[in-house]
C-alpha cells in the first residue's frame, strides 16, 4: 500500500515535470524521454527507500482490535527493561518491539502506559539519535486523539516512517532493518498471544497470511544487507521462524498456528531478556 503510494507521488511529480517541460518543447527528443525515464526511476527508488517498508505494528495491532480481541494484561515487554539494553543490536531491536507495545497500548486507550513506553523508546532512542521523534508532542497528538483508534494508527505509522526515513539517511540502513524486525516480530507475538480466543475469528487467519507475506518481504530488504554482522544475527535469530513458514500454506491449521506460536515466543524471549 505504502509502495503503491510512492509510485502514485512519483507519477504525478513526473506528469507534472512533464507537463511543464511540454509546454516549452512538444518535440521531446527519444534521448531526453529516456533520460525522463530514468530520472522517474531515481527519484521512485529515492522516495521508496525512505518510506517503512512494511505495515507498521499499529497497523497489524488495529487489526486485531477490529476483531474485538480484548487486550492481554502483562503480555508486551515491560517498560523499565529499556535501560538493560546496551548493545546497538539489543537497542535497535527492541526499539522496534517497544514500537509494537507501544502501538498495543496505544490502540487499547491505555494512557499512563503509553507515557511508559514512550519513556521507553526514547531511553533506546536516545543512543540513536531518534530522541526528538518520541518526544512530548508526539503524546499530546496521541493523547488528543484517544477516542479516534484510526488516527492514532496514522500517527504512528508516521512516526514509524519518519524514525525508518532517518535511518536511512543518516546511512543507518542496517540499523532500520533491526527495527523493523523487532517491530515485526513484536506485532506477530502480540498476534499470536490472542490465538487460543481468536483463532476461530473470521479474519484472524488473514492476519497471520498477512504478517508472513510481510516477513518475506522483511528478509527481502535485509538481503543486500547480508555483509554486515548485526543483520547477519537478526536474520539467524528469525530462522526458527523462516523454519515454520516454509512448510505453510495460505491455510492454517490450528497445530500450524501452535507451531508458529512455539518458534515466535523462542526468539521474543531471546531478544527480549
Known amino acids: 500500500m505504502k509502495k503503491s503510494f510512492t509510485k502514485i507521488m512519483v507519477a504525478v511529480m513526473i506528469i507534472t515535470a512533464a507537463g511543464a517541460y511540454s509546454c ?14 530514468l530520472e522517474k526511476e531515481v527519484l521512485e ?18 487489526q486485531l482490535s477490529d476483531l474485538d480481541l480484548g487486550y492481554i494484561v502483562g503480555v508486551t515487554n515491560p517498560s523499565f527493561n529499556a535501560k538493560k539494553y546496551v548493545t ?13 507495545d507501544l502501538s498495543y ?15 521507553a523508546m526514547r531511553t533506546l532512542a536516545n543512543d540513536l539519535n531518534l530522541a526528538k521523534i518520541y518526544d512530548e508532542t508526539l503524546y499530546e497528538k496521541i493523547r488528543n486523539n ?10 504512528l505509522t508516521e512516526a514509524f516512517d519518519r524514525t525508518y526515513a532517518h535511518m536511512v539517511d543518516a546511512g543507518q540502513a542496517n540499523i532500520a532493518m533491526l ?7 513484536e506485532g506477530m507475538y502480540l498476534t499470536l498471544a490472542v490465538s487460543e480466543s481468536g483463532a476461530h475469528l473470521t479474519g484472524f487467519e488473514q492476519v497471520l497470511i498477512d504478517q508472513k507475506k510481510s516477513f518475506d518481504i522483511f528478509m527481502e530488504i535485509a538481503q ?3 555483509d554486515d554482522a548485526l543483520v547477519v544475527k537478526m536474520m539467524q535469530d528469525l530462522q526458527p521462524i ?32
Open 224 to 226: 543486500p544487507h547480508a
Open 179 to 185: 527495527m523493523i524486525g523487532g517491530a515485526w516480530l
Open 88 to 100: 546497538s543490536y539489543s537497542r535497535s531491536v527492541n526499539l522496534g518491539i517497544y514500537g509494537g
Open 24 to 37: 516549452k518543447n512538444r518535440g521531446e527528443s527519444k534521448k531526453q524521454a529516456e533520460s525522463s525515464m
Open 242 to 273: 523462516k523454519d515454520i513458514y516454509s512448510t505453510l500454506t495460505t491455510s492454517l491449521t490450528m497445530q500450524n498456528i501452535q507451531d508458529l506460536k512455539m518458534a515466535v515466543d523462542k526468539v521474543r524471549s531471546e531478544l527480549v531478556k
Open 105 to 119: 497500548v496505544t490502540v487499547y486507550n491505555l494512557q499512563q502506559d503509553v507515557i511508559n513506553y514512550l519513556d
Open 146 to 155: 484517544f477516542d479516534n483508534r484510526d488516527t492514532l494508527v496514522v500517527i
Open 45 to 62: 527508488n529515492k522516495l521508496e527507500e525512505n518510506v517503512y517498508p512494511l505495515p507498521t505494528s499499529a497497523e497489524v495491532i488495529k
